[in-house]
């Protein structure tokens, strides 16, 4: 028997999962989709981000814990699940294959403007790959040992303070905003990451702590988030944070010591543990729903596979914008799956139980 | 046993394989920083034919050198393509990535900054420290230490790109920057450059700098030498050190479109020199001294703005302070640029001597 994920892990590789590579942009997009004081709009999400996982720990409860593929295999086919696993294992995979291939593509920008950017993804790739076929486990050790290097970042947030003035915020509530449906999924996606906790039942005590740690993780990023947004609100005037493509790299670049220019370039390597994190659960994700399709293949062999594809699809989309759609695409579908998947779940679960078919 | 070692080979080869494509990815961003001319300073004016003339402080790193910097110059349609041009003029690769000062000279400032501001600022290299000075006169002297000591004092408040570009894109304050007098051998501190938008308009006196100062923000740190007239033929002096001042800003409603704003200004120090007649331990000689400094600052402070909305430049950032007492609708209403002149600005000083030095 492995060992079982305990609920502080699960907050803490939650909580990793969930904090990629949106974080740049957030403040950005709060600002031009929503106007003045646009990090209100996050209330709203974490609202509904805590409503999903509600549901996800009612699969948990009602399943009594059962892994989620076993729940449809009880009632539905397994050749009509197929194209459904398919299609969650593709989506998931090119999800995090495009959120590695920003982290790449920005870091280029930043470092080494003419090297192929390419070459670094398969950096990432490739310590994705060292991760994947270590286990759920060892990556969810993996990912605190990664908080914890990164998370004294968040301090760095005091450096702001002197220049901080409450008037930049406005009396005005969501004032001067545009294309408010489209703002709302793109800002909603710095959430999604979450919904990957309805793969970790299997691995987890069956107990209602475990998704105790769902919560706190995602409670704990809605914090991080709604400071870091009024920081960018009140430090950069509102006209200027809409100017901004990725305003938390400015606000790295504005810590400033007289050695040393710069500093973001550094700073910024430090984000590639939590987007390698995101990166590492969506590739775990779809190669669990793959796994479910071949159970006899070999688990390294699967992997090495699915992040091969990945990365030749990680060629098509060439420049940042590109990149910027997919990922907005995709994050459409990711976040059909987060609310769809386990609503189709209860139902099959409200049936079996009709049915008088649950099995203890 | 055996499995460890095996999977230890399999690691050992697959970076073994990595690492000649990491070790020449980067061949094209290699930097070897003895070929880098590393610019600090870049000087910004405008010449004939609506063009710029741009010029760049490099250290000469080379030990056997004995010039300590070489100074490229040119004359070129932007200020990106002014690097390219620096590059045939020189051995050394040309980057700006330690950029620390941006001059513009008056005539540029004059026509407009907004563009140049956006294209630094674009430049992934270039952070939002870098400082921004008008130069009265020849924009391509070197005047790094100067301005550094004059901004500790906080009489010229210190500019960076990152307050340029966020007062500019604020509908309710106007940028300011320092302006720097080039007088033969030496480079002294002008006043400051107020701005409207991003035009330039006028000019504090250096000595008025604080004034200024005191009635645009909270100041942590200050001097003031102030004349209160003269006493048997001889001028009094009193030198106000170690300024604290807390700003407040109270906005009344007189009509539609008609304001009064009252700015108070909190000042506290000590007393580090008087040319009086009269003993400062006696705490009526203080009270009186403490009403004639407020008079002295509240009525430079009179001119100062009655020349601010004379020039229409809203430097004091009242539009901020009038835009949160009023609704989003009033506020985009309002053609603010025809409000501000009309507006009743009321300065207002109260000054508490903390201390007068350790002598009677």
Partial sequence: ????????????????????????????????YFGTNGWLFLVPCIVVSTFNIYLISLVFRLGQGRSVFEIME???????????????????????????????????????????????????????????????????????????LSAWMYLLMLWFFPAFRWER??????????????????????????????????????????????????????????????????FFSLGQLKKLLYPLLD???????????????????????????????????????VRRMLPRIKLSVLSFLLIAISYSISFIPKTLDAVGVWITNLGYAVTGIAFGFPVLLLLLLLIQRKGGEVRA | MHRQNYSLARLSLILLLLLPLLLTGCKSDERILEKLGLVQTASYDLAENNRIKVTSCVPVIDPDSSARRELLSTVSDSIKEARIMFSRQTDLTVVS?????????????????????????????????????????????????????????????????????????????DPVAPIVKDSGDKAVI???????????????????????????????????????????????????????????????????????????????????????????????????????IADVIMAKAKEMVSQMQQHNVDSLGIGIQIRNTLSYKEWNQMNWRE?????????????????YGKYM
């Fill in chain 1, 1 to 32: 028997m492995p060992e079982k994920l305990r609920p502080f892990h699960i907050a803490v590789l939650m909580h990793m999962t969930q904090s990629g590579i949106v974080i740049f942009t957030l403040p950005r997009n709060l600002a031009d």
């Fill in chain 1, 74 to 148: 009880q009632t539905i086919p397994r050749p009509v699940l197929y194209p459904f696993y398919g299609g969650l294992a593709a989506v998931w995979l090119v999800f995090g294959c495009m959120i590695g291939k920003k982290y790449v593509l920005i870091f280029q920008m930043l470092s080494f403007p003419t090297t192929n950017p390419m070459v670094f993804k398969l950096a990432v790739d490739i310590l994705a790959f060292l991760m994947i076929t270590k286990g759920i486990y060892s990556i969810s050790k993996a990912a605190t040992l990664f908080f914890w």
């Fill in chain 1, 169 to 234: 915020l406005t009396p005005f509530i969501l004032k001067g905003g545009h294309n408010q449906f489209k703002g709302a999924m793109e800002i909603y996606s710095a959430f999604l990451g979450y919904e990957l906790s309805i793969l970790l039942f299997p691995y987890v005590n069956k107990n209602k702590k475990a998704m105790a740690g769902v919560y706190a993780g995602n409670l704990y990023l809605a914090v991080l988030y709604i400071s870091l947004a009024i920081i960018c609100f009140g």
């Fill in chain 1, 251 to 289: 606000l790295l670049a504005y810590i400033q010591f007289p050695f040393i220019e710069r500093l973001e370039n550094l700073l910024y390597g430090l984000f590639l543990f939590p987007v390698l994190v995101t990166v590492v659960m969506y590739w775990w994700a779809a190669q669990e729903s």
């Fill in chain 2, 97 to 173: 990535g330690q950029l620390r000062d941006a001059l513009f000279g008056l005539k540029l400032a004059k026509a407009g900054l907004g563009d140049y501001i956006d294209t630094l600022l674009r430049d992934p290299s270039i952070a939002l420290g870098v400082k921004v000075t008008i130069i009265n006169g020849d924009a391509g002297r070197y005047i790094n230490h100067l301005l550094e000591k004059e901004a500790a004092g906080n009489s010229i408040p210190n500019t960076t790109l990152y307050e340029f570009s966020r007062d500019y894109n604020d509908d309710g304050i």
């Fill in chain 2, 190 to 292: 002008d006043g400051i450059a107020l701005f409207q938008e991003d035009r330039y308009r006028m000019k504090i006196p250096a000595q008025d700098g604080i004034f200024f100062g005191l009635f645009r923000d909270d100041l942590r740190q200050g001097e003031a030498a102030l004349h209160l007239g003269e006493e048997d033929g001889r001028p009094v002096v009193v030198m106000f050190s170690s300024l604290l001042n807390s700003r407040k800003v109270k906005v009344h409603r007189l009509g539609p479109g008609r304001f009064k704003v009252e700015l108070l200004a909190n000042i506290q120090g000590s007393v580090l020199e008087y040319t009086g007649h009269h003993y400062l331990n006696k705490a009526g000689v203080r009270q009186q001294l403490e009403r004639d």
């Fill in chain 2, 339 to 355: 409000v501000y002149p009309q507006v009743e600005i009321e300065c207002k000083a109260k000054v508490t001597i903390k201390d």
